[in-house]
């Protein structure tokens, strides 16, 4: 790899040079398929797991036959078929995500594990933190492999960590440590299997501390500089293969011409490999190509509403879908906090867990990236993980897996996820800035992402169950203020709803307001009080977001209001603006009017928030001047 990169054949290496028993000897350890999540040194893994060396190599080099379309580098990529799932950048992100494939393991009985590794320096990640106490919670079959080689790129690990080993934070866990030495791979070896016989009966997860050093640069351009050389001249004497080469030798279960043997047996099956990958095509791809990729498309059969109708408010037409689908589909699985006996900060889902059993309605500790990484484990295991997140604030506190982990997934390695996240949002409800938040837009700006905020109880009903059925993560807006003061006729039956398919709440030849979640109520109640001909349009999926339908109403109104609760700035109604201004101009009689809140955090107080903040003054301002212009 080192002669390659001076070659310019590949962009960037990451050496596991002095930490080879690790990665190694972790994956001669474990069953074929045990699940491992490697990081950027673990090269072994892939090795020995015998990963086609032609494939990797055309991965290494971005080319045609790698594992990701030439779209993620080096070893940023999953192979189910290996039970081997890569990383992305983010430090620490896959550790929650190992939990994920233990939950699967451990809910399905099957005696397997799995097994995440981290350096020392991301071990003060949040998500190394988050990942190891569910894992002791819930008893999960997952080990934790430290790979401890005293520096986080630069920073030494005396400037990383206060505690004396890392391992002893297993105790504050209440789960197994073994602190071992991570250049002796018989050492590696006998730990990996204590931890998975410990995990495969019963026993939950174990945190193992190998001891290594690492003896190139962070990656091969950055140097090493900042590492005395007395650290080199100590660790080269720990060679893990040098060392385990003498160890042979010494009990004569090893001489010099099987050494140069396996050296050219080594030689036979790398050098074609890497021919065959300097020799591949780079990859060439269209603007539809990578578009097709971004959303794994999957016909889903519709189920029409049936006419048996009864009456149900907002709040309850999400339980009984919720409910339904749960019922249909064991694959699903409920996490969030306090949700089960409690039933949730809202109710929604109060009497599962008699019905559906605590393994398929789960409380979870107080963690947001912790679960959604979990549920997409638990996605690449085929479940249908649903995520309540309390308040749709705190989703802020997951944003990394939903827009790195599950957005990306797809493009990257063509998994889809099946992951629903639902989201209690929206504010006059004198909540204040942190239970208030409509945080759609930190999420339309991220491709791999659909969002639905539905208006109606018939709407949320049909949509939650669509958002369970696709295939890929789904972010599902509930607005809080409509849980239990709108009631609606909905459908009795099990039924889903096209996702990006708006609805003409009404039709009208004067304007058009393209708006919504809570704001479609505003416009129905303004539109009436002034007795105008407006047509109103509920977009109902923000993405993909039904564009046809809005075009051809400002093409018949001539006119276009966009409104929506979320603060205007680089909010979702900036997109429809400009998307109205670029398509259909030529149709305006009147510049287009986008209201929204106030760009301030949403203030407590109710006199405020109603009147300030909420744009429902200017409003009704606008709406008259767009119908005089
Ligand atoms: C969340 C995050 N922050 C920062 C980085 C940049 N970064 C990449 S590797 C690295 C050092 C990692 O050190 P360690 O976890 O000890 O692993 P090692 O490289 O030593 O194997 C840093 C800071 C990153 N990739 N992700």
Redesign the pocket.
Known sequence: MLLLLRQGKISKW?SGIGQEAISVGVTYALNDDDQILP???NLGVFTTRAVDLKKLFCQLMGKVGGFTKGRDRTFHFGLPEKYITGMI?????MLPVANGFAMAYQMRTEKRVSLAF??????S?GDFHEALNLASVWKLPVIFMI?N?G???STPTSE?YACKNLVDRAKGYGIRGELIDGNDILSVIDSVQRAADHSRKGNGPTLIEAKTF?MRG?EEASGTKYVPQELFDEWVKQDPVLRFEKSLSTNKWFNEKFVTDIDIEIKNLVNPAIDFAVEANIPKSTELDELNDVFFIEEIDKKNPSKNLTSLRFVDAIKEGLSQKMEADESIILMGQDIAEYGGVFKISEGFVEKFGKSRVRNTPIIESGIIGAAMGLALEGYKPVVEMQFADFVSCGFNQIVNNLAKTYYRWNSPLNVTLRMPCGGELSAGPFHSQNPESWFFHVPGLKIVYPSTPADVKGLLISAIEDPNPVLFFEHKGLYRSLKGEVSTDLYNLPLGKANIVQSGFDATIITYGKAVHWAMDLVSRLGVSVEIIDLRTLMPWDRETVITSIQKTNRALVLHEANITGGIGAEIASIISEEAFEFLDAPIKRIASLDTPIPFASHIESNVYLPHKRFENALRELLKY
């Open positions: 990451f990081m950027h040194r950048s983010h430090l620490a992100a981290i350096g020392d320096g991301a071990t990640e790979e080689n520096y986080g790129l990383q690492r962070h």
